[in-house]
């Protein structure tokens, strides 16, 4: 190697290179260092996140709130007119008393009444069933304390009326598979 071989790597050594041209090293310390793009980017992409975020919760606090107030308002509305299908059930039969009523002074004749009160009867059982309430067969069943209560225990019947229902005082009704009222019964003991 020559001396201007050595003075040439001895200075290329020296002088900080950047981008392919020499750095002064005194302008090099005072220019400030640049911040690489990706430092900011994944801040504003979280300040911009952290914004959707909020406005897409403030949306569904809102939803949330309206379907709680409608829900509210709807089971308000079942609850004030939630017998309105019984009653519309009901009305008809009260047409049919009033006519028979009205008729029964017409009249002296009880099977003529009777006739009438049994075909009132029979629509309102028919209206009642329409509405989802039939009523408990008691009539030589096994007494169950699900449907029956027991009013009355019947002595010296029998092995074979033992724990079953012997008479019927007053009859219980069930509404959709649900008892609305215990059959009064008495048993066989």
Same mark, same amino acid.
């Given at each position: 190697m020559t001396e201007e071989e050595i003075k040439n790597t001895q200075e290329e050594e020296q002088e900080p290179v950047v981008n392919g041209s020499p750095v002064d090293e005194e302008t090099a310390n005072d220019a400030p260092?640049?911040?690489?793009?990706?430092?900011?980017?994944?801040?504003?992409? *979280?300040?911009?996140?952290?914004?959707?975020?909020?406005?897409?919760?403030?949306?569904?606090? *809102?939803?949330?709130?309206?379907?709680?107030?409608?829900?509210?308002?709807?089971?308000?509305?079942?609850?004030?007119?939630?017998?309105?299908?019984a009653v519309s059930a009901i009305l008809p039969i009260i047409d049919d008393m009033e006519r028979a009523i009205d008729n029964g002074a017409k009249t002296d004749d009880p099977a003529v009444l009777r006739?009438?009160?049994?075909?009132?009867?029979?629509?309102?059982?028919?209206?009642?069933?329409?509405?989802?309430?039939?009523?408990?067969?008691?009539?030589?069943?096994?007494?169950?304390?699900?449907?029956?209560? *027991?009013? *009355?225990?019947?002595?010296?019947?029998?092995?074979?009326?033992?724990?079953?229902v012997i008479d019927c005082l007053q009859a219980g009704y069930m509404l959709n598979d649900k008892v609305i009222r215990h059959a009064k019964v008495a048993v066989g003991q």
């Open positions: 260092a640049e911040e690489p793009a990706e430092e900011k980017d994944p801040l504003e992409a *979280a300040k911009a996140e952290i914004e959707e975020l909020k406005t897409q919760m403030l949306y569904k606090t *809102a939803e949330f709130d309206n379907y709680r107030k409608r829900t509210l308002k709807e089971k308000a509305e079942l609850i004030l007119n939630g017998g309105e299908k006739e009438g009160m049994e075909l009132i009867y029979n629509k309102f059982m028919k209206a009642l069933e329409s509405l989802g309430v039939k009523k408990i067969d008691t009539a030589d069943t096994d007494f169950n304390t699900d449907q029956h209560e *027991a009013v *009355a225990m019947v002595p010296g019947m029998g092995d074979d009326k033992k724990g079953k």
